[in-house]
């Protein structure tokens, strides 16, 4: 489909997009997602999904293209713009949680979409409240981006952590069952306004213990007992006990019919990505990085000594992941910055052992270091290569979390304008792993 579009301004930024608001000649308004071409394997896939559904309880998908923006080949995926925001926006703008006939009214919608796509053989696999969008009245819900979707069958894992059911914290599988535990914590987000897990911050011990301790969420008070009944049979630990989508439309739970509207939605920006807050918030996972932005193994040219499920648990909290913005506009000074005010060209060279390393040659102001400290790399399009040998010590270290990434960042004074940065994950046993070179000079 060939639609003529304008952008307008920006409503969502993180590590792997863009999301604007555009307007097509016509007058249509629509959200179009972006990223560099040469980063953009992650909206591809999403389009390739998208691309073939249409469903009333699914964002619809209107079209693809690419354009030259500044010099730079940009791939775009053009969805329905949803003006209610997300359904974590509705949450925390009613008082952090909803009333009962709004929980049975959305969760009987995301069934439906979930319904959908599981008939044809697709798993959502990040099944929570930013990932659905709502109308602006506030009763319509519909399923949103579906960039870590999958065929059933096809290997690989990814998610929000918090969401994630044991079987997939365990490596084992993740098929619609899956989907349906995630459909139970989103409906523990609409009862209590906070993560399924609240008393978990800590990204391994959190996943080995979703995955391990054959416990499930906390069912909070002040729900109906058929509301009760409806997330246990979500929350199953084994999954074939579960019940499947077509069973819990039946539930009694959901029996009522909608009879009145949800009128107390405050209109927000309208997030369609994968983008999201926080680790516990939001956080993609990826065991084998068909959909991560560099499509390496942060652990390739190492010997694999895990064996272990615990050690399978610490390996996929440990892979590189996408972090995204707060989309409440007030939050602005928490988004991530892709791009720092930094330029240069990447170029490859020769690292120790042979190996070829992706370096940055960049120009910068006398200011170095207060530019390095703020410097954010645009990540997608320099983690093509790494080498595994090159280990350094520090001289100042400063250590972030990035969503379940620990990331270290190494500066080195060679002369007064000149500092290396090493980038470094470190894995479950204390090795260190350069995945990135930038020098400064």
Not at 63 to 91: A, K, M, P, W
Not at 250 to 256: R, T
Request: aromatic residues 8%; proline residues 5%; negative net charge.
């Amino acid at each position: 489909m060939n639609v003529t579009w304008t952008r307008g301004p920006t409503i969502g930024r993180g590590s792997t997009a863009t999301v604007s608001i555009a307007t097509s000649n016509s007058g249509e308004i629509f959200a179009v997602k972006s990223a560099d071409i040469s980063s953009s394997a992650f909206l591809q896939k999403e389009q390739s999904i998208l691309s073939t559904l249409s469903s009333p309880h699914i964002v619809k998908y209107i079209g693809s293209s690419l354009t030259c923006e500044n010099d730079r080949l940009v791939y775009n995926i053009l969805v329905e713009y949803v003006s209610g925001g997300s359904l974590h926006s509705l949450i925390k703008n009613s008082g952090g949680k909803l009333p009962e006939p709004a929980i049975r009214s959305h969760t009987r919608q995301i069934l439906k979409g979930l319904k959908y796509l599981h008939e044809r053989g697709i798993v959502h696999c990040d099944v929570k409240s930013q990932n659905v969008l709502v109308g602006e009245n506030g009763v319509v819900s519909k399923i949103a981006d579906l960039g870590c979707a999958k065929p059933v069958f096809n290997s690989g894992f990814s998610g929000t952590p918090a969401f994630m059911a044991p079987e997939v914290a365990r490596g084992e599988e993740q098929r619609f069952p899956a989907d349906v535990w995630a459909l139970g914590c989103t409906v523990i987000e609409m009862m209590t306004g906070s993560s399924p897990w609240p008393e978990l911050t800590e990204a391994v011990a959190g996943i080995y213990k979703i995955g391990f301790s054959g416990e499930s969420p906390e069912i909070p008070e002040g729900i109906s007992e058929k509301g009760k009944d409806f997330g246990m049979r979500c929350l199953k630990v084994d999954p074939k006990q579960r019940w499947t989508v077509e069973e819990l439309l039946k539930h009694p739970f959901l029996d009522d019919e909608e009879s009145q509207s949800i009128g107390y939605l405050q209109n927000t920006s309208s997030p369609s990505t994968v983008l999201d807050q926080r680790f516990w918030s939001s956080c993609e996972a990826s065991k084998d990085h068909s959909f991560s932005m560099d499509h390496e193994d942060p652990f390739a040219g190492y010997s694999d000594p895990w064996r272990s499920p615990a050690d399978r648990i610490e390996r996929l909290a440990g892979d590189e992941v996408t972090t995204a913005p707060i989309w409440d506009p007030a939050d602005d000074g928490e988004w991530i910055q892709v791009r720092g005010n930094v330029t240069g060209e990447v170029k490859k060279r020769v690292g120790y052992g042979g190996e070829d390393v992706i370096c940055v040659e960049v120009t910068s102001s006398s200011q170095v270091i207060e530019v390095v400290d703020y410097w954010i790399p645009d990540q997608e399009s320099l983690l093509s290569e790494y080498s595994s040998h090159d280990v350094i010590a520090s001289s100042y270290c400063n250590v972030t979390i990035e969503g379940n990434v620990i990331l270290f960042y190494y500066y080195h004074s060679v002369g007064d304008r000149n500092v290396l940065i090493k980038k470094i994950f470190r894995n479950y046993n204390g090795t260190r792993k350069n995945i990135l070179s930038v020098k400064l000079h």
